[in-house]
Every structure is written in structure tokens, then in C-alpha cells.
Nanobody, 132 residues
């Protein structure tokens, strides 16, 4: 089964930056959608950003302008550049992927980039801690 492999988490002071990386453990083809989600204690898991292999991207309102999601298509590698981090960004960040889907599309098994049910493949998570 495909496993998503995240890296790049850590601790940083407010206003700082971190870059998360994620790659699938095996090839997931040329048409896919990847998403970043996060969960902090006492809160529901929430979407952060999504990107498909055709270059379309979406962001949660809380991270727009500050976060940038990008893709190295040749490696199926997705990055999440996080700038101007705030203490409320502290969470476990999870990378997820699904095949044969695009940002903005809805299908029988794809409920939207921001719906965790759309993604069958997940990573173990990487912790991001932002201190004030």
C-alpha cells in the first residue's frame, strides 16, 4: 500500500519559516492530487493546502499568503513552504494523496481537495511547533 513520507517539521519561533516535504513510497502515476492537513490537540483535523499534478492549488483561508504549496512533478514530491508562522500553526502536519483526481473536481471517491475522505494514502505526520 502506498505510504506518504513526510519530513521537515520542527520547532521555530513566531515569524519564522519551515518547509515540509512529502513523497509517496511508490509511483502514484501522472495524475494525482496531494493535500496537507493538520491536527492539534483538542481540535478537529483541518485542511491546509492542496495541489494537483496539473498545477492547480488551493489554500485554507488561515494560511493564504503565508504558505506555498509546490510540486516536483518528476519526483512526485510536494513541498509546503510555511512563512510567518504563528503559534496557532502548531500541529501535526499530515500529507495525503489520491490518484486520478484534480483540484476542483468531484467524483465518486473524491469529495474535494479539502475533504480528508478524498485521500486513501496518508503519512505518519510531522510535528510543527511555533513558540511565541
Amino acid at each position: 500500500r502506498v505510504q506518504m513520507l513526510e519530513s521537515g517539521g520542527g520547532s521555530v519561533q513566531a515569524g519564522g519559516s519551515l518547509r515540509l516535504s512529502c513523497a509517496p513510497s511508490e509511483d502514484i502515476g501522472s495524475s494525482y492530487c496531494m493535500g496537507w492537513f493538520r491536527k492539534s490537540p483538542g481540535k478537529e483535523r483541518e485542511e491546509v493546502a492542496g495541489l494537483d499534478s496539473h498545477g492547480s492549488s488551493k489554500y485554507a483561508d488561515s494560511v493564504k499568503v503565508r504558505f506555498i504549496i509546490s510540486l516536483d512533478n518528476a519526483k512526485n514530491l510536494v513541498y509546503l513552504q510555511m512563512n510567518n508562522l504563528k503559534p496557532e500553526d502548531s500541529a501535526m502536519y499530515y500529507c495525503a494523496a489520491t490518484m486520478a483526481a484534480r483540484i476542483g473536481s468531484v467524483g465518486s471517491m473524491f469529495f474535494g481537495w479539502d475533504d480528508s475522505r478524498s485521500y486513501p494514502y496518508w503519512g505518519q505526520g510531522t510535528q510543527v511547533t511555533v513558540s511565541s
